[in-house]
């Protein structure tokens, strides 16, 4: 939705007694950060023009933004206040190109142009969330961000590593935390409590939060915001199995996952606990320098994957679990500035620790699985961006800057108990190799020539490096890894004002993405079955070559991309038969099916478009609509073959998890009298282009994932900015539906609300 008048109460009362005939004659303008401002005419000065084209920082303070002449869009707080998301990936469904895939009702990952997991890099106020145990596919990190301490998401669709480093091949999901009240003069503080409740998972949480701030008279500042928060979910009911679709019939059997309790609504496994608590301290030294020291600590316990509860062909009561989920983050930050040649500064030093404790439970066997995984990160980052140099009337000059590292130490363990005699014993290794380190970091320029007042070309280029050290395990059969690369990336853009209203865009880029510890060295259960290590493996690299026009006017922007993807070495699970599992791997041998990490031997590729709308209406209407479509293909690897499958294989095949035709719909009224409502659909058709991997995987049905359309609606009423009430009554058809690629079903029939004093 859409926040379209001022909320001042006063201005509120007499917007309403005026009427709505007159509030009509006003242009509305929009809100957003990631909005231009108009061309100011054919005859604009050379710093106009340069004003126009310059990249605008989103969230607070400056740091190494998201480049506007890319496929960018930004999810606002009040976005995610009226969309009452359940996690910061659910923030991003409305997004054009991004597709949610969820392995568990306590994860979820987002797709950008087909790609996922490790090949989209995350980031948090610029700093580096990706670490060197990321897995492949949908994966858990992002949800480890509690999305009421966030200010706004931006994602950058297409390759991203010159900016990002490696990872970053799909594109780049920034996140950028609330603000603390900085006033000019004097004492400011305020506090509020929110009250959470869902129906379809029972769904019990809040959070309380407070803002303190004082300026002084000698124009500094020093603000703090902190909140603490919780939740407890339950049991996801659903609106019914979502039925196989087959070639002949209407409907087939049920996919493996999830499981479901008699009333064939209520998923299994899918509760979970949640406690966050953040805290962030800024100084304002000028109007130009702030420092901030922040910290943000996630805790997720019980968590089931859905996927693995149980897996396909296990008893009903086989699992696994996420008995702990943890994120603990801290860093230093300085913003400023230093002259002509650094007017954009910022320097952070951050520490992190990711901590996951899984249980899996195989009461055939009577026996418990244990692991413990600790990955701790020291993390460096600096960037600066020069002003704007102008060395002629019709051309100018600008240069972002900057340099990064990162290095990750890995400690890893496991043990077996035997719950009949109670005796437990350890293994040998963990899923990773204890004692492992992975650093990695790069340094990049970015500069832009600003030609006229239409023309605007960019280019950069980084030099990256990234090192992978691990210690062999003859015991296990673990190789040692011991493998250093430093790959050069960079982009070419090409800008052009068209017309006052219309801009074109084309960009080239080249990312990269370095092997890590998981491809390297990890033996874990994955959804289709058991994945093991491969200690040779090749970066992954990305060509992407994209087009966009991009529409902005006083009531309506609107966004075109067309783009291709073509990824070189790109890392992919190959089926192996159970003579090719690691010694000493009994949990290999004994799975459903076992796949190793292998570059493809030819080159995959991605093309697809995605379209964007945003209108502002009268009678304090918006309207929003979004469409994406994606298409992938690989080389067929492995021995594979059509009597394995059930289906005709050829040279060149699907890549995995692809997400279908999709897009949304919003119809929102916001009043300025505080009132809100709105209309939301999401949709998207068949999904039958399966991988080979796809086939055996328990999440997606045998002959793909049916089309769906889900109908929201949207409440909201706030009084005199004290209180808020918001409401959604999702999934008003209570139809079934589950998003491709995905281990459980969409939500039932049922209300979300939430409550908000201030």
Known sequence: MFAMFPRNPRRQRRALKVGLGRSCRGAVRWLGPGVLGLAQGLGMGLGQAQAQFSTRIVGSGPRSELPEERAVSTVTQSEIEQRLVRSAPDALRYEAGVFIQQSAHGQASAFLRGLTGQQTLLLFDGIRLNNSTYRQGPNQYFFTLDSQS????????????????????????????????????????????????????????????????????????????????????GQLESGGPVLNPTPDLPIGPLPYVPRYAPDLRTQLGTGFKELTADGRLVLRLSPRSKLTLAGYLYRQYDAPRTDQ??????????????????????????????????????????????????????????????????????????????????????????????????????????????????????FRRGQYLSGSRYLTGGVFADGEVGIGTRVLLRSGARLSWADAQAPADPESG??????????????????????????????????????????????????????????????????????????????????????????????????????????????????????????????????????MLKANLPLYFSARATLAYAWGEGPRVGNVTQEATGVTLQERVPLSRIPPLNGTGELAWDHPIGLRAGLAVRWATLQDRLAIADYSDGRIPKYGTPGFAILDLRLGYSFREHVSLSAVIENLLDAPYRYHGSSINGPARGLSLVLKVM
């Open 150 to 233: 966030i200010a706004s998401i931006s994602v950058l669709r297409g390759g991203g590593s010159t900016r990002g480093g490696s990872d970053a091949l799909g594109g780049i999901i920034s996140a950028y935390a609330i603000e603390p009240l900085l006033p000019e003069r004097g004492l400011r503080a305020n506090a509020q409590g929110q009250a959470r409740f869902t129906t379809a998972d029972s769904e019990k949480g809040g959070r309380l939060q407070v803002s303190v701030g004082y300026g002084s008279t000698k124009g500094w500042a020093l603000g703090f915001v902190g909140g603490v928060g919780g939740r407890e979910v």
């Open 309 to 426: 509860c149980p897996p396909p062909t296990a008893p009903p009561d086989t699992c696994l679990t996420y008995e702990q989920q943890f994120r603990h983050m801290a860093y230093l930050a300085w913003d400023g500035q230093l002259g002509a040649a650094a007017k954009e500064v910022r320097v952070a030093l951050s520490f992190q620790s990711q901590h996951e404790r899984r249980r899996f439970d195989d009461p055939s066997v009577v026996a418990r699985v244990m692991g413990i995984d600790d990955v701790s990160t020291l993390g460096f980052t600096a960037s600066a961006a020069t002003r704007v140099f102008r060395p002629h009337e019709r051309l100018s000059l600008r240069l972002h800057y900057g340099a990064d590292s990162y290095l990750d130490w890995v400690q890893s363990t496991e043990d077996i108990t035997y719950t009949d005699v109670k005796i437990t014993s350890a």
């Open 478 to 611: 673990s190789q040692a890894v011991a493998q250093t690369w430093k790959p050069v990336t960079g982009h070419v853009g090409l800008e052009v004002r068209a017309a006052e209203f219309l801009r074109l865009l084309l960009n080239v880029d080249n990312s990269y993405r370095a092997p890590n510890l998981n491809d390297l060295t990890a033996r874990q259960q994955t959804g289709p079955g058991f994945q093991f290590e491969n200690a040779l493996l090749l970066p992954e690299r990305a060509w992407t070559f994209e087009a966009g026009a991009r529409v902005r006017s006083q009531f309506l922007r609107a966004e075109l991309w067309l783009f291709e993807t073509l990824l070189q070495d790109a890392v992919l699970k190959v089926a192996k038969p159970t003579e090719d599992c690691p010694l000493g791997s009994n949990a290999c041998r004994g799975a459903w099916s076992r796949f190793k990490l292998e570059n493809a031997p030819s080159l995959s590729e991605m093309r697809g478009v995605e379209l």
